[in-house]
């Protein structure tokens, strides 16, 4: 497809357990951002990649959240050993480049419900 | 930390009125950007804006960004149930991140 992709598109678990969350990027976008969005309250940046690095990780919440890109394209975002306020939607968005004033395009998230 | 308020928090009003939702920062921004966002998805851009003191119309949306970069407002003209959704307004600093503002939910009745 033309837009972002993210899936699973709904992911219901236990707490304790890892889940992982993919994102598919507009072809050729070199950046990709996730951030979290709970319920009632605005983005949460997490991590941004251009192209495969990740600059800037001091928003991932813990060290139980991690995420990769790979061929300047896929991204997953694991959580470890989930926690119920890790529960939000997840929201991956990408740009054709890195700056503040590249429209970024954003996927319609992961929900993730931590019982 | 660069912190960007929206107000109001929620708004409901009928088909046919006319409003206008801020958006205030006391951190200067090199560009805003205005997003709405509708339930089960995510957030699509409106516009950008650049300039302080620029004012750009999107059909009967209008939106402004203050002279000094600080604050931005969006008015709707003759609200219609179409335009129901999470207004969030993004501002961008000298890097590449971008501080969104809680969002304004906007109800539109028919």
């Known amino acids: 497809g033309a837009g972002v992709s993210q899936s699973p598109s709904n992911k219901v678990t236990e707490k304790g357990k890892d889940v992982e969350l993919r994102c598919d990027p507009i072809?050729?976008?070199?950046?990709l951002y996730w951030y979290r969005q709970r319920l009632g309250q605005g983005l949460e940046f997490l991590i941004y990649?251009?192209?495969?690095?990740?600059?800037?990780k001091s928003g991932l919440p813990s060290d139980r959240f991690s995420a990769e890109r790979t061929g300047e394209s896929v991204s997953t975002l694991t959580i470890q050993r989930t926690q119920q306020e890790d529960s939000a939607v997840y929201l991956c968005?990408?740009?054709?480049?890195?700056?503040?004033?590249?429209?970024?395009?954003f996927g319609d998230g992961t929900r993730l419900s931590i019982l | 930390t660069q912190l960007l308020e929206q107000s109001p928090q929620f708004l409901s009003i009928q088909e046919g009125e006319n409003l206008t939702v801020y958006c205030n920062s006391s951190?200067?921004?090199?560009?805003l950007q205005w997003y709405r966002q509708e339930p089960g998805e995510g957030p699509v851009l409106l516009v950008t804006?650049?300039?302080?003191?620029e004012v750009k119309k999107l059909k009967r949306l209008t939106f402004q960004f203050g002279d000094a970069r600080k604050d931005s407002s969006l008015h709707i003209t003759a609200a219609q149930p179409g335009d129901t959704g999470l207004y969030l307004c993004?501002?961008?600093?000298?890097?590449?991140?971008?501080?969104f503002g809680k969002g304004t939910l906007l109800t539109v009745n028919p």
């Open positions: 968005a990408s740009s054709l480049s890195v700056g503040g004033a590249q429209p970024q395009h």
């Open positions: 072809s050729g976008h070199t950046a």
């Open positions: 990649f251009q192209g495969n690095s990740a600059p800037d």
């Open positions: 951190s200067v921004f090199s560009s």
């Open positions: 804006v650049v300039t302080g003191g």
């Open positions: 993004a501002g961008a600093g000298s890097n590449y991140k971008l501080t």
